[in-house]
């Protein structure tokens, strides 16, 4: 089954980790998608990897003349752009006393203000194609399980996690009437290579962090990058035509107590 069969779609943060899984669970349903990434290497191998319906794009998302240009290469390659995947971030912990004015404007740069500025980019080819496609167009953000509730040592990136949810919400209702969706997905911690970003000071023990993990998720499994990417195809296929302005936990039963 083909359920993205015809669209195309860009991943920002597509080189690794949730992205990864999501490029390809989007290229095995038919789309054509863009590896939208920082990561050259990474990004190129992933796009050789997956053939003709898969391009690479270093694209910066904090960057306005990057997000032109990205979306300039969708319209160029494939003539258009179905869905957006914001998927693209940065880690942080530490007490909040400690966040010095870089931190905080990188944290806040790369995890709310890029997606802002790369959906502003999108939205004229995302309209376009709305208008000519009865279930619409899709915008996509990664927030957190951050982005619904709150742990200590990670207040800057719980606060713009909540942004995200704001401006989801914002948008959903500001962007029905053009027949273009917009949904959040929120993964507990997942094992990827970003999630000892967030744990600095369990590297040395990771197996014994990881199964700590697992001890506090109600299902006792850790989320995986499949299970994230697996949730995105779900919201960005005409399947969830009705759905939009939702914030989607992928957590195991975390937030359910």
Aim: with cysteine; hydrophobic share 45%; net charge negative.
């Amino acid at each position: 089954m083909a359920r993205l069969a015809g669209k195309v779609a860009i991943v920002t943060g597509g080189a690794s980790g949730i992205g990864a899984a999501t490029v390809r669970r989007f290229v095995e349903e038919g789309a054509r998608v863009i590896v939208a990434d920082i990561n050259d290497e990474a990004g190129q191998a992933l796009a050789d990897e997956l053939g003709p319906a898969c391009r690479f794009v270093h694209c910066d998302h904090t960057d306005r003349a990057d997000n032109e240009a990205v979306v300039g290469h969708a319209i160029e390659e494939w003539g258009g752009l179905d869905i957006l995947h914001n998927n693209a971030g940065t880690p942080f912990s530490g007490p909040f006393e400690s966040v010095d004015d870089a931190t905080l404007a990188r944290v806040v740069d790369v995890n709310m203000a890029g997606p802002f500025r790369l959906t502003q980019a999108a939205l004229p080819a995302l309209r376009e194609r709305a208008h000519a496609n009865p279930s619409g167009a899709v915008v996509l953000f990664t927030a957190s399980l951050q982005a619904i509730m709150a742990r200590p040592n990670f207040t800057p990136y719980t606060t713009v996690k909540h942004g995200i949810i704001g401006l989801v919400r914002g948008l959903a209702l500001e962007l029905a009437p053009v027949n273009i969706r917009v949904n959040a997905i929120c993964p507990a911690a997942t094992d990827t290579p970003m999630l000892k970003g967030f744990l600095p000071g369990m590297a040395e023990n990771w197996e014994d962090a990881k199964e700590r993990f697992r001890g506090t998720i109600p299902l006792g499994r850790m989320a995986e990058p499949e299970d994230t990417a697996n949730a995105a195809l779900f919201l960005a296929s005409d399947e969830a035509r009705m759905i939009t302005g939702i914030a989607l936990p992928v957590d195991g039963g975390t937030t359910a107590g």
